[in-house]
Nanobody, 121 residues
Framework: QLQVVESGGTLVQSGGSLRLSCAAS????????IGWFRQAPGKEREGVAC????????NYFGSAKDRFTISRGDAKNTVNLQMNELKPEDTAVYYC??????????????WGKGTLVTVSS
């Protein structure tokens, strides 16, 4: 059974940086991409960044485009999210998920439980 585990979430000051990691272990399904998503209190879950299984294709969504960087980790089925210039509005639970190409929300089939990022002003 596949397990997806996020780590790295913590409290950070506005303007600071944080690196999140995602590791998928167990039975490796046939997936096309790994993505990071986030859900702020009272808001819908939204995409942050997406990387193809090969690592050759990257996509960013919303305000993450200029401040966040997604990359494949050294270990198999691991992905990192480097977040710079963090703002209070980045406060959310960040989720990692595996699924279809381009990381459409409805096409992500394997989800982690999330890691909380809190950005203080």
């Amino acid at each position: 059974q596949l397990q997806v585990v996020e780590s790295g979430g913590t409290l950070v000051q506005s303007g600071g940086s944080l690196r999140l990691s995602c590791a998928a272990s167990g039975f490796a399904p046939d997936y096309a991409s790994i993505g990071w998503f986030r859900q702020a209190p009272g808001k819908e879950r939204e995409g942050v960044a997406c990387i193809s299984r090969s690592g050759r294709s990257l996509n960013y969504f919303g305000s993450a485009k200029d401040r966040f960087t997604i990359s494949r980790g050294d270990a198999k089925n691991t992905v990192n999210l480097q977040m710079n210039e963090l703002k209070p509005e980045d406060t959310a639970v960040y989720y990692c998920a595996l699924g279809n190409a381009g990381c459409p929300l409805e096409g992500m089939h394997y989800w982690g439980k999330g890691t909380l990022v809190t950005v203080s002003s």
